[in-house]
């Protein structure tokens, strides 16, 4: 009668002789957890200063609509006081928008900064991991090489 193979036998041996580095994918991972918290505050400082320039907006708004909401002694005085309120608001909204802008400015810069970091730091881990992987290999190739 025909024996069958033992695979497990024959896969140990195989995953044996290709030994894997787990260094590099814990310095991956470490990368990649740095990377992410170094992002994780680029956006926590942005909407912190968004939320600064949103609180800001509000407080104005208000303070300027307290001064529509007295009481005129004349109808014009209410024309007058909606048209001054329009023309803060116009000159407020610029302000602010233009503030957000260099929020969105400067997240788009400190993200670029980041990401050109973070690829100069994989592309060095990935060359390293690939020529310590093919020394290992080109080792094990030899041994089984001049084992037969």
């Known amino acids: 009668m025909a024996n069958t193979q033992d695979f497990t036998a024959m896969m140990k041996d195989m995953m044996g002789a290709f030994p894997v580095d787990t260094a590099a994918m814990e310095d991956a991972f470490k990368t990649t957890a740095t990377l992410n918290e170094k992002l994780s505050t680029v956006a926590i400082d942005a909407a912190t200063k968004s939320s600064e320039i ?25 024309a007058k006081a ?11 909204a610029a302000e602010h928008m233009a503030a957000f802008a260099e929020v969105a400015k400067k997240v788009q810069m400190d993200t670029v900064e980041l990401m050109m970091a973070a690829g100069k730091d994989f592309s060095e881990e990935a060359t390293a991991a690939v020529k310590k992987a093919t020394a290992e290999a080109t080792a094990t190739a030899k041994k089984a090489a001049t084992a037969k």
Do not use: G, N, V
């Open 82 to 92: 909606m048209t001054d309120f329009a023309s803060a608001q116009a000159e407020m």
């Open 54 to 78: 949103s609180t800001k907006w509000t407080k104005d708004t208000l303070s300027k609509m307290s001064d529509i909401s007295k009481a005129k002694a004349e109808p014009a005085d209410y």
